[in-house]
């Protein structure tokens, strides 16, 4: 049985600015390593990796939550074209809890994150998209009180 979200790993170009925006979300640096040789090849189904492996984790979170970065050191690192498209299949996006949305969108707004959406009110909820490292969408969610609990 599940017992909780663990991580997700991306692959980017440029590290540096990947960590940064994780950063500006609330992650912190855990480990900076390269993975290479067989082990990870036979894992990965990666002949001959050589990569950069980031674990980002955010210490905020009530159980372990990270971000992995990947960076091949000796393989080409093609852009997803469509990454952004949120019709095709597979990978969609990531949702990352908040607090107080408005503050967070007002906050990575003057940071230089690319907020993608206006703030939709959805189900008790108020959302948004950002655009993340390599254009993966990251979107933000704040849950509003049920309407009786806000009533007590």
Not at 50 to 67: C, F, G, Y
Request: charged share 25%; net charge negative.
């Amino acid at each position: 049985m599940l017992r909780h979200f663990d991580h997700m790993t991306i692959v980017v170009r440029d590290m540096d600015s990947a960590t940064a925006f994780f950063g500006h979300l609330g992650f912190e640096l855990d480990k900076d390593v390269v993975i290479s040789g067989k082990v990870f090849e036979d894992y990965m189904g990666v002949p001959g990796i050589e990569a950069q492996h980031v674990t980002l984790a955010l210490p905020a979170a009530p159980t372990r939550t990270e971000i992995q970065l990947l960076h091949y050191l000796n393989l080409p690192q093609d852009a997803d074209p469509g990454i952004a498209d949120l019709t095709r299949l597979g990978f969609n996006h990531i949702c990352f809890a908040v607090d107080d949305l408005d503050a967070e969108v007002a906050r990575l707004r003057a940071a230089g994150v690319t907020v993608r959406t206006d703030v939709l009110d959805f189900h008790q909820r108020k959302l948004v998209f950002l655009t993340g490292p390599e254009g993966v969408t990251v979107e933000l969610s704040e849950w509003e009180p049920e309407p009786a609990a806000a009533a007590q």
